[in-house]
């Protein structure tokens, strides 16, 4: 992906020329941990998913079994069904998925509005040190905020060059 913003000294003192490669720097990490909590937001969703499947599966054999004739020999399909549904909702219960998911999202949101500032800030050229600590702040804050996501992720994404 071609970098829209190169660094042009002109009219810009030597601490200006500073602050705006650290600005620079600072929105390509935030694009990288949009997309990081994306893909992790993602993958809460998909295993939230997959997992209310098989509840769904599972206990729909296992109800269903009931109807059925007793010497059918279809006894080992209800029990390891009505495992199978048991199993996904307690994990699913003390995983929690769905909140996860829901974190990285929001996450991933608030990185958003800090990567828009920092655009707008280098579009329009005009910032302050005080701008600057502002984000910085706001930097500290998020990150005890937000969950952390996974290594191979992060990985991921950098592979990709987002």
Not at 99 to 114: D, H, N, Q, W
Not at 117 to 125: A, G, L, Q, T
Not at 141 to 155: G, Q, R
Request: net charge positive; hydrophobic share 40%.
């Amino acid at each position: 992906m071609p970098e829209r913003h190169t660094f042009d000294p002109e009219g810009l003192s030597e601490q200006k020329a500073r602050e705006y490669r650290l600005l620079v720097d600072w929105l390509k990490e935030y694009r990288k941990e949009q997309s990081v909590y994306f893909l992790c937001g993602r993958m809460y969703s998909t295993i939230h998913l997959v997992l209310g499947i098989l509840i769904i599966v599972g206990s729909a054999i296992a109800g269903s079994s009931l109807f059925s004739e007793p010497d059918c020999g279809t006894n080992w399909i209800t029990g390891t069904s009505a495992l199978v549904a048991a199993v996904a909702g307690s994990i699913n219960t003390y995983l929690k998925p769905s909140a996860k998911a829901e974190s990285f999202f929001s996450a991933r949101m608030k990185v958003k509005l800090v990567r828009q500032d920092i655009e707008v800030m280098i579009e329009i050229r005009k910032w302050t040190t005080r701008d600057i600590y502002r984000v910085s702040d706001g930097l500290k804050e998020f990150l005890l905020e937000v969950p952390s996501a996974p290594k191979w992720i992060w990985k991921k994404v950098r592979k990709r060059g987002w």
